[in-house]
């Protein structure tokens, strides 16, 4: 009695930290898709936490009930939890990974055949009276369909998992591994821990294991809200200083500062709409990061702010930052193309060598930012001749 009232107080303590993030997550502003997606897997880690208690309380005869079928539903209840959890937290990273199939409704729909094949093995079970495990001298024995019905939600965690770790691992998304790996660290740590609990019901390995590596993914998630922009997911603006200043403490670097922003910006915002301001944004800052990674050397990239944006690009001479320079804005004008765009995304730029005197920073944004000014006049001056 003893063990099965320290299951279920563990399953309370998990459930109250599941709930205080999820609380926390319906309170904030700006909830896109992928935010309600993250707080479906909280919901329904929640969920299992209480039916996990009541199946503990059921199995090991704390709770006496006449209704011999209850323990026979709430396995059920449980092993469909466990398939919907683990395929939304699938499509959640399929979401952070912008994967095309789960971008559409007929994507989802197809990837949710695997969970819907274990929730009806579940409910054959329930009618065929096939039961998943048995106590046999105390001690829980499982079956072969009990397996199976874990290895199905076992797949979509591991794929999950490994494909975080692939994309983490690709050169343009070097500006954002920690981000996928947090996320593939989740699925990864769940499916040991599920192991292990198939190994040891009587233990609450799952809740202590799925709570440890939530609170790994929310603590990483709230470093990206500071240090990242929400809308283009480059560094932010804090961010870059942080870097600069670092870099600053390495004479041997040589850093140039690319500071650039959208042309005729407001005109799209006023012709288009904000929202199609924002599609244009987020363009730039894709461009910005093929442009990028095309280089032999890994350069930095923010969003400054408004339409602006700045490379913290580090380069031999001049020559290479000019190469750089028209790069960009090469790759920004084949990626509008791509998307079909009703009207031209150009980019003004310009740069400036940081120093290593005190206030270097500062200087450097500023020559940056009167290069800029310089090149906007005279490409104005050109489009008016």
């Not at 944004?281 to 280089?295: F, G, H, I, N």
């Amino acid at each position: 009695m003893n063990s099965a009232f320290f299951y279920v107080e563990a399953n309370i303590v998990c459930l109250l930290i599941f709930a205080f993030i999820l609380v926390k997550n319906l309170t904030s502003v700006d909830r896109q898709e992928k935010q309600r997606c993250f707080d479906r897997v909280l919901i329904l880690h929640i969920l299992y936490f209480i039916f996990d208690s009541l199946w503990m309380l059921l199995y090991s005869g704390t709770v006496q009930t006449k209704n011999e079928m209850l323990a026979d539903v709430v396995d059920v209840i449980i092993f469909s939890i466990i398939a919907f959890g683990a395929y939304n937290w699938y499509i959640y990273l399929g979401m952070m990974l912008e994967l095309d199939g789960v971008k559409t409704f007929r994507g989802r729909l197809l990837r949710a055949i695997p969970a819907c094949v274990t929730v009806t093995l579940a409910v054959l079970g329930f009618l065929k009276r096939f039961n998943y495990w048995g106590f046999d001298g105390g001690e829980i024995h499982t079956t072969w369909l009990y397996a199976v019905m874990v290895i199905i939600p076992l797949l979509y965690v591991l794929i999950a998992s490994a494909r975080a770790f692939y994309e983490a691992f690709k050169k343009e998304n070097a500006t954002r591994r920690h981000v996928y790996i947090s996320a593939g660290v989740y699925p990864l740590a769940i499916s040991l821990v599920a192991v292990l609990q198939t190994l040891k019901l009587k233990e609450p390995l799952l809740c202590f294991g799925c709570t440890v590596a939530m609170i790994y993914v929310y603590v990483n998630s709230l470093d990206n809200l500071i240090s990242q922009d929400p809308l283009t997911q480059l560094n932010n603006r804090n961010e870059l200083k942080r870097f600069l200043i670092n870099t600053r403490h390495h004479p041997e670097t040589r850093v140039y500062l690319l500071m650039m922003d959208v042309d005729k910006f407001k005109g799209i915002n006023d012709k288009y709409g904000h929202l199609e301001g924002d599609n244009a944004l987020r363009c730039v800052a894709d461009s910005l990061r093929e442009a990028c990674t095309m280089c032999t050397k890994r350069h930095f990239i923010a969003r400054y702010g408004g339409d602006e944006f700045i490379v913290a690009a580090i380069a031999e001479n001049e020559e290479e930052v000019t190469e750089l320079c028209a790069l960009i804005r090469k790759t920004v004008t084949k990626k509008n193309k791509a998307r079909g765009s009703a009207y031209d995304l150009a980019l003004s730029i310009g740069y400036a060598r940081l120093g290593n005197e005190d206030d270097a920073v500062r200087r450097c944004l500023a020559a940056a930012d009167a290069a800029l000014y310089r090149q906007k006049q005279s490409r104005r001056q050109a489009g008016a001749e």
